[in-house]
């Protein structure tokens, strides 16, 4: 489950309104809502998801960020309170995965705006902030964007955390960190499009399981 959640496409755009999705799946319009900057619901049906200070604290410190995604993910958990920092791992991630992930130490919902500006604060100019036991927060452009990193920040979780049972890690140096930075091309189109493949096909075999165990 993760929540999404998009600026408003305003060009003076400010936090005081932002479509909201609330929704496991970032292509199904399902549950959209457009919220004012203190959660008020200026359109759509429902009640906020409780966390949204943390979307709008973080439209309201970094104009460059067009969608935010948050999740309880299980890797984030286990980083947000190892002692291992969560470095980056993936060469082909460096044009924005090129530095350890820090870490916000409040404890629990983040349902207020001042709790939102510590995550905020702790996010600063980074792609990503971990939640101490609790989940990750990922900025990025579109819902495309934080989707796709969300995923590959999971991922590199994990494939650190099989590097460091193994005995330890040979980390990618700055010059190296720099050159793929540089070499690599921006965007996730190819990322996105796999991903959503990955999801259809496992979405296939979870229907005909559940035929199966009829
Ligand atoms: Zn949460």
Redesign the pocket.
């Known amino acids: 489950m993760a ?1 999404v959640t998009l600026a408003s496409e305003s060009p003076t755009r400010t936090a005081s309104s932002f479509p909201l999705a609330g929704a496991t799946c970032p292509h199904s319009h399902q549950g959209l809502l457009r919220l004012g900057e203190t959660g008020n619901v200026l359109a759509g049906e429902g009640r906020p998801p409780v ?1 949204w200070p ?1 979307h709008s604290s973080i439209y309201r410190s970094r104009p460059d960020v067009n969608a935010v995604l ?3 993910s299980p890797m984030s958990k286990v980083f947000s309170l190892s002692s291992q920092p969560l470095q980056p791992v993936y060469g082909i991630s460096a044009p924005w995965l090129s530095r350890d992930i820090p870490v916000c130490r409040l404890l629990g ?2 349902a207020t705006e001042d709790a939102g500006a510590q995550v905020a604060a702790v996010l600063g100019d980074g792609p990503a902030v971990l ?1 101490r036991a ?2 990750s927060v990922v900025v990025g452009s579109s819902v495309e964007d934080v989707t796709v990193r969300a995923v590959v920040l999971e991922r590199a979780a994990a494939a650190l955390q099989q590097m460091l049972a193994m005995g330890g890690v040979q980390h990618l140096t700055p010059e190296e960190l720099t050159n793929w930075a540089e070499t690599t091309p921006e965007g996730h189109q190819k990322t996105w499009e796999f991903l959503l493949e990955e999801s259809r096909l496992l979405s296939k075999r979870v229907a005909r399981e559940r035929e199966w165990n009829q």
Do not use: T
């Open positions: 929540l966390e943390i948050h999740s309880h919902i983040v939640l609790h989940g």
